[in-house]
């Protein structure tokens, strides 16, 4: 139980396309979930909370014009690149809660979005 | 600050040797700690877990233990294999904030030969 699927894998595409990425919770509802960035070799980085009917809050640093994200339903997060350029260029990590949003549980990881830019 | 890291970057062992991977944290109010794996190319899979009322905790082949005193996390491997081979990361949820992201350390890689 307890699968997150992640959409695409993989994107190559020219500087100043917009990119979007699917993050869904297969088996379970998630009112809660998280878009990390993961440069190589390093550690995840969270950079946005997604939560389902609201507005989601972005950590210090990552600019919300630029990774649109959107929870519009409990089994799917979308986060939308703008504009990407090649220093948007990482590997994009989304996660869900199984459990309400006061309650200690693993987080369940997606496999990644390895989003290159031109 | 909060942060949690990781003694080692790399740790070599041969294959059925028993591997221990070591985590510190900084924050003592720290009430959640979670072992992640994570494959080249894949997202972070969970392993283990442990709440701070707790000191050790088995799993299959994995162990937790935790150390409150010093502020402490290791996962112990036994009969370590091939396919245990990955970048490993503890994380942490400081108290209070149950169900919000994770802190996560600085990953330790093991690389399991046969």
């Known amino acids: 139980g307890a699968v997150v699927s992640q959409h695409p894998s993989r994107v190559i595409c020219k500087s100043g396309t917009s990119v979007k990425i699917e993050c869904r919770s297969l088996?379970?509802?998630?009112?809660?979930m998280f878009w990390y960035r993961q440069f190589p070799k390093k550690s995840l980085m969270l950079m946005a909370t997604?939560?389902?009917?609201?507005?989601?809050?972005?950590e210090q640093g990552v600019e919300k014009d630029k990774f649109l994200i959107n929870h519009a339903s409990l089994t799917l997060s979308t986060l939308t690149v703008t504009s990407a350029h090649p220093e948007d260029s990482s590997f994009y990590i989304c996660s869900a809660l199984t459990g309400g949003t006061h309650s200690n549980q693993p987080q369940h990881f997606g496999d990644g979005t390895r989003l290159s830019i031109l | 600050g909060e942060s949690v890291g990781l003694h080692l970057p790399t740790l070599s062992v041969q294959e059925g040797d028993n591997s221990i991977i070591n985590c510190a944290y900084s924050n003592s109010a720290s009430d959640y700690f979670i072992w992640y794996k994570q494959e080249s190319g894949k997202g972070p899979q969970f392993i283990i877990d442990i709440r701070s009322n707790m000191d050790k905790r088995q799993g299959q082949r994995v162990t937790v233990l935790l150390n409150k005193t010093v502020k402490h996390l290791s996962l112990q491997i036994a009969a370590t294999q091939p396919g245990d081979s990955a970048v490993y990361f503890c994380?942490?949820?400081?108290?209070?904030?149950?169900?919000?992201?994770?802190?996560f350390g600085k990953g330790t890689t093991l690389s399991v030969s046969s």
């Open positions: 088996d379970f509802q998630a009112t809660t």
């Open positions: 997604s939560n389902e009917g609201s507005k989601a809050t972005y």
């Open positions: 994380a942490e949820t400081p108290a209070g904030k149950a169900g919000t992201a994770l802190i």
